[in-house]
């Protein structure tokens, strides 16, 4: 999964969904998504869009890296 991809899959996501991720069976999860992936969250919102997340902690994108 890459971040290119991953960005334009959740642009992709109907206003009003429900988007669960679940990390659960994930042994390394690269900082690049975990970085797209709550970047992603002020823009689900905006959208309606109610995101769940099963064993993944979104990182704070305002972190130097």
Do not use: C, G, W
Request: charged letters at 30%.
């Amino acid at each position: 999964l890459n971040k290119i991809r991953l960005k334009r899959e959740l642009d992709r996501i109907p206003p009003y969904s429900i988007l669960r991720i679940d990390a659960s069976e994930t042994q390394f999860m690269d900082y690049d998504v975990l970085e797209t992936i709550s970047e992603f969250q002020p823009r689900a919102h905006d959208r309606h869009i109610q995101l769940e997340f099963i064993n993944l902690k979104p990182v704070d994108v305002n972190d130097a890296h």
